[in-house]
């Protein structure tokens, strides 16, 4: 294929050097077409644009220098060194190699001149270069300085930096050629004074000698925030999309049951806070129109978002049609059929529970009761939405702890539920506060509703970090607050991937604490016992039967004991900062002062200590969620592998933050606008399909 066949679409076999074994390794990049290597953006840079004087060189850099052989020479320092001592007039410099074959000892003869690329370090004789790279100078040659900053690309098994290096510029002339459509509106950016697609792609392969390194380095060049912004915004744009999609589909009007309603939030022992009572005003709303609810409730541990998931769901059985609220452990999912069992007694209505643990005939009278409607309401895992289960008429769904779950499982969830009547209405529910930014690019396929206000009289949980080599202390701690009539909770170490050890830990900590205090009724919940044996644990704990209860971090979503007022978490320099804030939510649910102790493995490490200076400085689960992300980044934040949220090949959720909101102006203009081609930018980015299904 000669040159001029060649465009962006071509696939890379039509580069010169790229065989079927090449395709192959390339394939594993993620790099099937010409246009793949545009995006295949180098990680860092290296200067090999100048020389380095040998007297100028500073330690600690890495450099590109040249100079004369003086001498080679072999030493023992423990083993065999090679030692070359090169000099240019200005300075001296030592490379030493310890690996090293005889032709290449002998190649450093007194006079050869010589190139090197590598780090500058003080040696014991002056500076010396441990294994540069090298390459010796003809009669007459110059130092082979480079025009461009040398990119270093993301390697893989058999694909050498040289390679790449190749590949990419046999890209570039096809960029040059045939540069890929221009897709952001030019008034977008010019508002954000960017580059056009060609130049930043252009510029990031072969920066000028002039570039701004450390700013490229940090990802913050506006070449690269020009493609990150293009990657955000066709994200953004596909979820957007599937939010449209859902107001072309039908689902039932939910408009009655205003009377039973009132009398039902008349009938609480409480009062809803006015973020209660203004996010159950938002979900009446969308439940009474004709196409499906698509919401997420954000709001901070113990804001109450239980009771507003009860009233969308009294409202959809009012209206006539089935409820379902999905939790993700057995022990929520149960605790949350006791509530609503009690909220909705006097109205009469009995939820069904449907979980893995059920036992065949129990299972099979609720599928019966799911399938022919008498189950108004069903409460359970997501045993729920497995194989088998058939909803006589679904209109509402309910996902409480949405972070364990993903968009893909949300849009399951969608198309199960989907029946004569269209499809139900969603209401997701997340555990954590997601810091708002995060927010837009994880759930642009929602609305949102804050509850931003917490039950009145509710006191910030008193946290301190100690020691576990003041055990005793603890213990005493524990001793005097069940004296004064509370309850406590003591979370065993977590210890990862292993639900034996991680029982073991809990057995030890439990027979540990049952022998320290003799005198204290204690339970124990883990993650390996029955489900019925874990309930009754945990409501003997509630009924105050139990006065402290050793858990394993089974407990770590949604529990709710409002007397529980102490909360001890064992290594707590071992777990995430989202996790200890749930954790520790789990106390200070009633109007008395709570306290949480975080008992740590000394020393602690810097990012450790931070983590643990963050939960004594705030309860704000708003701020803890920004430090989290800040710490960990998303992935880890909203609950890792099951979020559905794509690798970005560009952009960083964390380092790109304050691009959202400008990708999400972009994006509603674009919407707008006729002459945008919006289907274009998804395909670019997220390929044929769109990631998040049909777009
Ligand atoms: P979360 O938002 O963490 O899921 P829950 O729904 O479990 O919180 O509620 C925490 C506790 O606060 C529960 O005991 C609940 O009954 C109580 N609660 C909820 N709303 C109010 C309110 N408006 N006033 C007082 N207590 C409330
Ligand atoms: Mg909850």
Not at 34 to 46: A, K, N
Not at 332 to 337: D, G, R, S, V
Request: with cysteine.
């Amino acid at each position: 294929m000669s040159e001029e066949q060649i465009d962006a679409a071509s696939p890379l076999t039509v580069l010169k050097g790229v065989g079927p074994a090449l395709a192959i390794k390339l394939e594993r990049l993620g790099l099937f077409r010409v246009e793949d290597l545009f995006f295949l953006l180098p990680l860092r840079y290296e200067d090999r644009t100048q020389l380095v004087r040998l007297g100028a060189l500073v330690a600690g850099t890495r450099c590109l220098v040249s100079g004369e052989v003086l001498l080679a020479e072999t030493v023992y320092r423990g083993r065999r060194n090679l030692l070359v001592r090169i000099a240019d007039g200005s300075g001296q410099l030592t490379l030493r190699f310890f690996h090293f074959s005889r032709s290449q000892q002998a190649q450093f003869q007194p006079g050869v001149r010589v190139t090197c690329f590598g780090d500058a370090r003080q040696g014991a004789a002056g500076f010396e270069m441990i294994h540069p790279e090298y390459r010796l100078l003809r009669e007459g040659q110059d130092a082979a300085i480079n025009e461009s900053l040398t990119p270093i690309y993301p390697a893989t098994e058999g694909v050498q930096q040289g390679r790449l290096r190749n590949l990419t510029d046999q890209a570039l002339r096809v960029l040059h050629q045939s540069p890929p459509p221009e897709l952001l509106p030019r008034d977008i950016r010019d508002e954000l004074s960017m580059p056009s697609l060609a130049d930043a792609i252009d510029y990031l392969h072969r920066p000028p000698p002039e570039a701004d390194v450390e700013l490229l380095q940090q990802g913050l060049h506006p070449c690269q925030q020009r493609l990150a912004f293009e990657e955000l915004l066709a994200h953004y744009l596909s979820l957007r999309n599937l939010r449209t999609l859902a107001d072309t589909k039908a689902a039932p009007a939910l408009r009655n049951g205003e009377v039973e309603v009132a009398r039902f939030i008349d009938g609480l022992p409480f009062d809803l806070t006015s973020a209660q009572q203004r996010v159950v005003d938002e979900i009446l709303v969308d439940l009474a129109r004709p196409h499906p609810m698509m919401r997420l409730i954000q709001g901070d541990v113990g804001s109450g978002k239980t009771v507003v998931a009860a009233i969308a769901c009294l409202k959809a059985i009012v209206c006539g049609v089935q409820a379902a609220i999905m939790a993700p452990t057995e022990l929520l999912a149960e605790q949350h059929w006791r509530s609503f069992s009690e909220w909705l007694r006097p109205l009469e209505i009995e939820p069904a529970w449907l979980a893995g643990s059920q036992r065949a005939a129990a299972r099979r009278k609720t599928l019966a009761s799911i399938a022919d409607g008498s189950a108004q309401l069903v409460v359970g895992t997501h045993a729920l939405f497995q194989e088998g289960v058939d909803f006589h008429n679904l209109g509402l769904v309910v996902i409480d702890e949405q972070h364990r779950f993903g968009v893909h499982q949300r849009m399951a969830l969608r198309d199960k539920g989907a029946s004569e009547l269209g499809h139900p209405h969603q209401l997701v529910m997340t555990a954590t506060p997601i810091p708002r930014t995060l927010a837009m690019a994880a759930y642009a396929d929602l609305d949102t509703s804050i509850i931003d206000e917490l039950p009145p009289g509710r006191q910030p949980v008193k946290t301190v970090a100690i020691p576990a080599t003041r055990r005793d202390e603890i213990i005493a701690r524990v001793r005097s607050a069940c004296a004064a009539g509370q309850q406590a909770f003591w979370v065993c170490p977590l210890i990862e991937e292993s639900d034996v050890l991680d029982f073991q830990a809990a057995e030890a900590s439990y027979a540990m604490l049952t022998e320290a205090l003799p005198e204290l009724r204690v339970g124990l919940v883990h993650g390996r016992m029955r489900a019925a044996e874990k309930e009754r644990g945990m409501q003997a704990f509630k009924d105050g039967v139990i006065q402290l209860l050793v858990a394993t971090t089974v407990i770590e979503v949604g529990v709710d004991v409002p007397n529980a007022r102490l909360m001890i978490i064992e290594n707590a320099e071992r777990m995430g900062l989202s996790q200890l804030h749930q954790l520790r939510g789990r106390v200070g649910r009633g109007p008395m002062q709570s306290h949480c102790v975080l008992v740590y493995k000394p020393p602690l490490g810097s990012n450790s200590r931070t983590r643990l200076a963050v939960l004594r400085d705030t309860n704000d689960g708003f701020v803890v969620a920004q430090r989290d992300l800040e710490l960990r980044g998303p992935g880890e934040l909203l609950g890792t592998r099951q979020t559905g949220l794509p690798d970005y090949r560009i952009a960083n959720l964390v380092r790109d933050a304050s691009l959202m909101p400008k990708v999400q102006l972009a994006a509603e203009a674009l919407r707008q606008s006729p002459a945008a081609d919006a289907a274009a930018i998804i395909r670019r980015w997220l390929g044929d399909a769109g990631r998040y299904g049909k777009v």
